[in-house]
């Protein structure tokens, strides 16, 4: 198992080369620079700084001398926060995007794999509509509307949790829920999808002749199986959420990861921009291992070649 | 009163005296324009607490005096460290870390001298020398500054920042440690005005060398302000306590303050609305009529030294050599319907273009007092005149970027020029950065969204932005006599005369209409009923140490 | 060709029955189809029946309510333009977007998988590796850069969301070819010398179109989500023109002072979003292959 891991993470440094190249050349196409504001600056004072930035080199020795850098796993100052280096703000952002994340991610797989297994149970019934419905209001709603939302009834109104900012728990809670409310409605319907394959399968038809109790059924026998696919889609979704929501952030004003993403681009904080890319293909190359390892746990056909 | 005055020089301030008059007892050295309401006469209470929390509109991009540019950082760098020249609460210029200064009679020598009881925040005296040493920090090229040019004014400050001339060629230099001379390659009226800016600012040397670009952090950072930077968390807060070593500290009311980087003003909004902020820089447009509905109270709109105009590309048709075009759609702006109803805040409506600065008289065209209709009918006829009509309307491209209040701006005019004119407008949203380089490369025909806030109460930053050799002049505006009325107007040391050249390059500017002005900004600000010490001022500088907390 | 034609269509015809049928049966997923038809009949025969313009703005009447005896329907937005119209305009939008941003994602994603699938070995190796390499990118983050260097060009919304959903198409699709490969008439096929091109065309493609509509129904859904968050971030399609993400982006900031801007866009694009994806579940359980293979 530990073979076929190395395997894995040596077998995503193709990938992991092509991201960081097509990332740098994107970026760097771009029109403007970071020192571009509606103040412009004295060309002198422009030289000098693209001069002080490596800005005025050809754009194939940026590239080496970013790679080099990468080596030695400095990804470099950052343009729009001068008095960091992009290796400080990851290190900053990353906790709270995870925190978030995580949370966001496991309040989802409970609710999410409960209604999509009651919606299964009750295929076609009114109690597998209502499920269903309630669920895919997660997804039926844009999360710009549905956070607002929440952050007037809860915060404005009945002031029962903050509006924004980081501090203890109850800061969470809202960001968690609007984080949450779609991967909701994702995990429940895949539950519901794969849970009604399952439970016409010969094993379970078994279990079920054998006597044994639904409730024992569905948790000792068709749980696992059930689970496969969405494993599979927990991987790139939770690394895609723990890098952050740009949308989340904005609104409750969360200092996440996501917001590098959307504001680096902006702002051409080619370094910041390429620091998060580089971070975010690590994490996704990671979670697929995890999945992969989980799945066999989960399922012992597979095998580790 | 300082010893070095001689007959060549003349005190043109003193101190804060005689600003004072209104004042709180007798000042016993220079200066006290303090926020006086404590306990005192008003019978106001103070909360316990004394916390602020304050929306700054963005992450500051550094906290480097010297490097800093923008409104988030000059923010919370007035809190963290103090100019020769400070700014009373309702913006005059009052002594700062220098208690007097004198002006030579040709207007180009400036002494200052220090006060004595001026500490950094580690105890150390603030020295004449410290702030020769940021003056060259400043202008050395290897500070990587990007707002050094406008230490321009200064001996020999251009070719420093040019590379041509090392820093300690400067024409600022420590007479002594309390004493400051800054030589001027001009007469500058608006140079002590300059000196509030953070680029002037002194910096502490020894931990400047000590922890090289890392001196701004938390911890690190040694200022003169009446705060000291205490945590510094990226797109969170950033949280200042107040500096005991300060040399007013017993006047300083305000124990700590929040800066929150929140750029979605809708989310702002709530914030401020769940009480997890007291004061916010700027309003969303579109909540303004919920605001003046429910916390009218609670809202401070003033006069900002901003003018939001629009910019036509003279370079390419349809506006090369049509200035009777280029009028009519100017006139065809209902500014009363836009300010009124599309804006909304008490935006004033621009028919000229410089705001109203000190020391200058705006210059509004003669159809500026026209109504409407009979402005509407002016530019049917310069339509026609122009050789358009409506089997062959003109067609305008309008570039804005990216924000919803340009967004809503562009689309209301572009619906009026439809209406009174016909004319076709094609709108064109950009990202800003795109849009930065599209509007300075002036390669796209048509209109563009401009606006520009003044660096300093001073006419000349508005009329200097239309000279031909100007990188922010967008229109591509270049008139010979306009040029010339310029560099008569920074030659003259006369405050009169001065104004009235800059005055005559406005009328001259305006005739030819390369710009639309639109509106003169204001400042805007949410405070809750709880915070004392505010006055509008049209810098919108605001220091901390002027605020207080009333019990609620 | 002849021959195999016919069994396509035969195939294909005898598919759809059988997914009207069971749809049929599933209430919620019928009466969500229902509603889907009315509304895009709706947003493209409704203008025509309101005197006003998508466009025209009106001074006097700035975020006016609903109203019968203005004939602003559902009201005017900010610069006093007709909700009603603009609704209708921006459900041609994103349901536009929808459609053909799917449709780009559905020929890469299914020429790409099938011809993997069907070719195997080596040739299929490279392809998914291709396609896994892609998944490692931050797609929202590429389709914003693009958006920011050559603006707001409808086609390239279209195009940029479509290139990143064909991912999941091209993997579904490749599953089920490796195993139709198998089947009894593909070999069939082979042996009566059918140019593999052929085989692919005629033989494996129309035996995905179950499971590609699932992915369809869910992927619109999805897409035009995605283009609401583009306009969200300001990035959407060119004023005057309008989508329902860009409305509601602009209703959910008045949410308290002007609630129809954002009921009435909002209540469309929820719906539809809601239809499609019961659609979607139901056509699911309709087309289920291991389900009708039993």
């Known amino acids: 198992m530990l073979r076929f891991a190395l395997k894995r993470v040596l077998g995503a440094i193709p990938t992991l080369l092509v991201l960081i190249a097509l990332a740098f050349f994107l970026i760097k196409a771009a029109p403007g620079g970071p020192f571009d504001t509606d103040r412009r600056l004295p060309p002198e004072i422009e030289a000098n700084l693209q001069a002080a930035y490596n800005l005025d080199e050809p754009l194939y020795r940026q590239f080496g001398l970013y790679l080099g850098g990468l080596l030695k796993g400095d990804f470099g100052p950052s343009f729009q926060y001068r008095d960091y280096t992009v290796t400080e703000l990851i290190a900053a952002g990353f906790p709270v995007s995870l925190r978030l994340g995580g949370l966001a991610m496991l309040l989802a797989f409970v609710v999410g794999v409960a209604v999509g297994t009651v919606a299964a149970l009750k295929q076609n019934a009114f109690t597998d509509h209502a499920a269903m419905a309630a669920a895919m209001i997660g997804i039926s709603v844009p999360n710009f509307v549905m956070a607002p939302l929440l952050v007037l009834v809860f915060a404005v109104t009945l002031k029962w949790l903050p509006a924004g900012g980081l501090g203890d728990w109850r800061n969470f809670v809202l960001p968690v829920v609007a984080l949450a409310l779609p991967q909701i409605a994702y995990i429940a319907r895949l539950t519901r999808g794969s849970m009604i394959e399952v439970l016409r399968a010969d094993f379970i038809r078994t279990a079920r002749a054998q006597g044994l109790p639904q409730r024992a059924v569905i948790i000792r026998h068709a749980l696992k199986p059930a689970l496969l696919p969405v494993i599979s889609y927990l991987g790139p979704a939770t690394a895609a959420i723990i890098t952050g929501s740009v949308v989340i952030e904005q609104i409750f004003g969360v200092p996440g990861l996501g917001r590098f993403f959307v504001q680096g681009a902006l702002n051409r904080d080619y370094t910041l921009v390429m620091g998060v890319v580089v971070f975010y293909g690590v994490l996704i190359v990671v979670f697929n291992l995890i999945v992969d390892l989980v799945y066999g746990w989960l399922d012992p056909r597979v095998q580790y070649q | 009163m300082p010893a070095r005055v001689t007959n060549r020089l003349r005190l043109v301030f003193v101190a804060a005296a005689a600003m004072l008059s209104g004042g709180c007892g007798a000042p016993d050295s220079g200066q006290t324009m303090r926020n006086t309401p404590v306990g005192g006469a008003s019978g106001t209470e103070l909360a316990a607490e004394q916390i602020l929390t304050k929306n700054n509109g963005a992450e500051p991009q550094t906290l480097d005096p010297h490097r800093a540019e923008g409104v988030p950082a000059s923010n919370i760098l007035r809190d963290l460290f103090e100019g020769l020249v400070s700014e009373a609460p309702d913006g005059r210029l009052i002594p700062g870390a220098a208690e007097a200064w004198q002006i030579s009679d040709d207007g180009t020598v400036y002494t200052f001298t220090l006060r004595v009881d001026g500490r950094w925040s580690n105890g150390d005296p603030v020295t004449a020398a410290d702030f020769e040493y940021g003056f060259r920090r400043s202008v050395d090229p290897a500070t990587l500054s990007q707002y050094s040019s406008i230490l321009f004014p200064i001996v020999n400050a251009e070719q420093i920042v040019k590379g041509e001339l090392p820093p300690d060629q400067l024409g600022v230099t420590a007479l002594d440690d309390r004493t400051l001379e800054i030589r001027l390659i001009g007469p500058t009226p608006y140079f002590l005005g300059l000196l509030t800016h953070s680029t002037t600012y002194a910096v502490h040397p020894l931990s400047v060398e000590e922890f090289g670009a890392r001196f701004v952090r938390a911890g690190h950072l040694v200022g003169n302000g009446a705060y000291i930077l205490d945590e510094w968390v990226v797109q969170s807060h950033i949280r200042l306590l107040r500096n005991q070593n300060y040399w007013d500290d017993e006047h300083t009311v305000i124990d700590e303050v929040n800066y929150l980087p929140i750029e979605n003003q809708d989310a702002m909004l709530r914030r401020y609305r769940a009480d997890e902020l007291d004061f916010t820089q700027d309003l969303p447009f579109k909540q303004i009529a919920w605001i003046r509905e429910h916390i009218a109270d609670q809202l401070y709109i003033s006069p900002y030294l901003g003018s939001y105009y629009y910019s036509l590309n003279l370079t390419l048709p349809p506006f090369a050599g049509m200035p009777k075009l280029r009028r009519a759609l100017a006139l065809a702006i209902d500014r009363e319907v836009l300010t009124e109803k599309i804006t909304g805040s008490g935006e004033i409506p621009a028919y000229s273009w410089t705001p109203r600065v000190t020391g200058y008289t705006q210059q509004p065209p003669a159809w500026a007092g026209w109504t409407q209709a009979e402005r509407n009918t002016e530019a049917q006829r310069l339509y026609k005149v122009s050789g358009y009509s409506a089997d062959n309307p003109l067609t305008l491209q309008f570039l804005y970027n990216t924000s919803e209040n340009h967004k809503r701006i562009a689309l209301a005019i572009a619906s009026m020029w439809k209406q009174v004119l016909g004319v076709e407008t094609k709108l064109l949203n950009q990202e800003w950065k795109v849009f930065l380089e599209t509007r300075k490369q002036k390669t796209m025909p048509g209109v563009a969204r401009n606006g520009w806030i003044g660096d300093y109460n001073d006419a000349y930053t508005f009329t200097q932005l239309l000279a031909s050799d100007n990188e922010q002049n967008d229109s591509g505006f270049a008139n010979d006599e306009y040029d010339a009325l310029l560099d008569a107007a920074s030659a003259e040391p006369d405050m009169q005369k001065r104004a009235a050249l800059m005055e005559a390059a406005e009328r001259l500017m305006l005739e030819a209409q390369p710009i639309i002005p639109i509106y003169f900004y204001v400042s805007k600000h949410l405070i809750k009923p709880w915070v004392g010490g505010f006055e509008a001022n049209i810098m919108d500088h605001h220091y901390t140490k002027n605020f207080y907390i009333l019990k609620h | ?294």
């Open chain 3, 1 to 294: 060709m002849n021959a195999a034609t016919k069994t396509s269509t035969i195939r294909g015809r005898a598919l759809s029955t059988d997914v009207w049928e069971t749809l049929k049966k599933n209430r919620a997923a019928f009466v969500a189809t229902l509603l889907l038809a009315v509304m895009s009949v709706m947003v493209v025969v409704a203008p025509i029946l309101s005197p006003y313009a998508f466009d025209a703005t009106d001074f006097d009447r700035i975020s006016v309510g609903p109203s019968l005896s203005t004939l602003h329907l559902f009201g005017t937005d900010a610069l006093g333009r007709d909700l009603f119209v603009r609704t209708m305009y921006g459900g041609r939008i994103s349901l536009m977007v929808g459609l053909v941003a799917t449709a780009v994602s559905l020929v890469i994603g299914i020429a790409w998988g099938a011809t993997a699938g069907f070719i195997g070995g080596r040739s299929d190796h490279v392809m998914m590796r291709i396609v896994d390499v892609l998944y490692a990118m931050p797609f929202m983050f590429f389709v914003i850069l693009l958006m920011v260097f050559f603006g707001r060009s409808i086609v390239l919304i279209f195009v940029a969301i479509g290139a990143i959903n064909w991912l999941d198409m091209a993997r579904i699709v490749r599953g089920q070819t490796l195993s139709l490969k198998e089947k009894e008439f593909v070999e069939a096929a082979r042996a009566g010398g059918v140019s593999n091109v052929k085989i692919v065309l005629h033989h494996i493609v129309p035996n995905l179109l179950g499971v590609v509509a699932v992915y369809v129904t869910l992927t619109i859904p999805q897409v035009i989500l995605v283009e609401s968050f583009l306009s969200f971030l300001g990035l959407g399609v060119q004023e005057p023109m309008t989508s329902w993400g860009a409305l509601v982006n602009e209703g959910a900031q008045e949410m308290e002072t002007a609630p129809w801007m954002l009921i009435f866009p909002g209540a469309f694009l929820a719906t539809t979003l809601f239809c499609l994806n019961f659609i979607g579940d139901g056509l699911r359980d309709a087309l289920d292959p291991r389900d009708r293979s039993n």
